[in-house]
């Protein structure tokens, strides 16, 4: 009986790391969702999580990926799948780039740096917000991989064109420019929580950071929060950026509701490098971008954080990349959780694919390991969608892998 249970019984090996405990535990983004609901206050989970007004655009983002199946090819040799590609005229690992998220400090203490450092371990593209509670400077010095700049062009033309020079000194080599921000979107799951940048206290807050210990520690042991990137670097010579304080109310009253499409004439003129349009949500917007040279666009509609009821990223890939991939590259973002839907999105003509939730999910349930497992994740399942569907390079994932379901 002895030698039985010998041959078929193996105990796990203890593991000393409480973070890697929960960590394992997880298979799948919707898990390190659901650890990170477990382990955030409802304020913080739900300014992660949420979307605008009544959500069902955040909820339609992903549901498209999941109205979409594939047509997988049988009796290929995928022996060696290669998952790299090109994108803005540079060779990538993989279609992939890390979205810019805003106030990433609120998971985890360690913010746009754990990402940031995960990113570059993982050899992917990585986007800094201009709402980033870490400087330019700070991310530059942890990652020495592909960065690209995340701008708001905000009134204060000034500070925009300073952004710029301080993103292009520190090796930043992409703008992304967030188009479809000329005011903030409702979140009203904020509302109902009482969440506000910064949070407000009061007994329900008191109460939430009671029950996460952890993230509460964590968060209060982090350090003064500053927004480095969002004032001139002359405005405070001490922090050299505006506190979470002054936050909400500067941002507000800095969206400019004036940009115009001569305003990207003007960003050609103080960068040279490429410059991406995140935002474009028709096919119309998409043609403009084409012939306003750009290089790029990214398909979005913000995580449906902006306007409820615009269209599901996803249904706008094929139209717009048969219309206009020839002419700059067509990316996508919302709903990205695995790497079969980068899959998917590439066989509808996307260059690649920007994941911003997912990333922040992990990082609220596991800090940097979480992302560096989530970045793990990607790459494996992309690898394996592809030896599935008989892909053996990224060029071989065709239109004809793929179809819409019916019902």
């Known amino acids: 009986m002895f030698k039985t249970l010998r041959s078929v019984i193996r105990f796990r090996k203890f593991e000393t790391d409480p973070v890697a405990r929960r960590l394992a535990r997880c298979a799948s983004v919707e898990d390190l969702r659901t650890l990170a609901e477990r382990r955030l206050p409802k304020g913080v989970f739900g300014y992660i999580d949420g979307a605008a007004e009544d959500e069902r655009t955040g909820v339609r983002n992903c549901d498209a990926y999941h109205r979409l199946e594939f047509r997988p090819r049988v009796l290929r040799d995928v022996t060696d799948v290669d998952p790299s590609t090109t994108l803005l005229g540079h060779p990538i690992k993989m279609p992939l780039v890390l979205a810019p998220t805003g106030f990433s400090r609120i998971a985890d203490s360690q913010g746009e740096l754990a990402v940031a450092r995960a990113a570059d371990r993982a050899d992917i593209t990585y986007s800094l917000s201009t709402l980033g509670t870490r400087s330019i400077e700070e991310v530059a010095a942890v990652n020495s991989g592909a960065k690209w700049f995340q701008v708001y062009v905000w009134k204060d033309r000034g500070l925009v064109q300073e952004l710029i020079e301080r993103a292009r000194e520190a090796g930043f080599e992409t703008l992304l420019i967030t188009v479809d921000v000329p005011v903030l979107g409702r979140r009203e799951r ?89 935002g474009i949500q028709t096919l119309e917007d998409a043609v403009l971008s084409a012939d306003m040279g750009v290089d790029g666009i990214v398909l979005s509609n913000h995580g449906g954080r902006q306007l409820d009821d615009a269209p599901p990223t996803l249904e706008l890939v094929k139209p717009v990349a048969d219309e206009v991939g020839h002419r700059l590259d067509v990316m996508c973002d919302g709903g990205i959780r695995r790497g079969s839907d980068i899959a998917k999105a590439i066989a509808l003509g996307a260059k690649a694919c920007l994941a911003g939730r997912a990333y922040f999910y992990a990082l609220g349930a596991g800090g940097e390991q979480g992302v560096d497992l989530v970045l793990k994740w990607f790459d494996e399942g992309f690898r394996r969608s592809m030896a599935l569907l008989g892909a053996k390079k990224v060029s071989e994932i065709t239109p004809e892998m793929v179809r819409w379901r019916r019902s």
């Open 190 to 278: 904020d509302v109902r929580f009482g969440f506000t940048l910064p949070p407000k206290l009061g007994l329900d807050t008191i109460i939430d950071g009671v029950r996460n210990p952890g993230w509460t520690w964590d968060f209060l042991r982090g350090g003064p929060i500053i927004f480095s990137s969002a004032v001139r670097k002359d405005v405070d010579s001490d922090a050299g950026g505006v506190d979470a304080m002054g936050l909400a109310e500067y941002v507000n009253k800095q969206f400019d509701p004036r940009l115009v499409w001569k305003d990207i004439d003007w960003l050609r003129s103080i960068w040279d490098g490429p410059i991406v349009l995140k």
